[in-house]
């Protein structure tokens, strides 16, 4: 990758599109839904 590159990824990291914002948000509730998920897996396999 040369300096040019880098620099532009950079700034891309900086500051996030609207896709990675929309990604984002989509990724937290995943993990919110999957976490949510867990703990009711778990609570079922201690009332067993």
Not at 27 to 48: D, G, K, P, S
């Amino acid at each position: 990758m040369n300096k040019r590159n880098r620099l532009d990824h950079q700034k891309q990291k900086n500051k996030p599109t609207e896709l990675e914002k929309e990604l984002q948000a989509w990724q937290e509730r995943l993990e919110r839904i999957l976490a949510r998920q867990t703990m009711y897996v778990r609570r079922a396999n201690h009332a067993n």
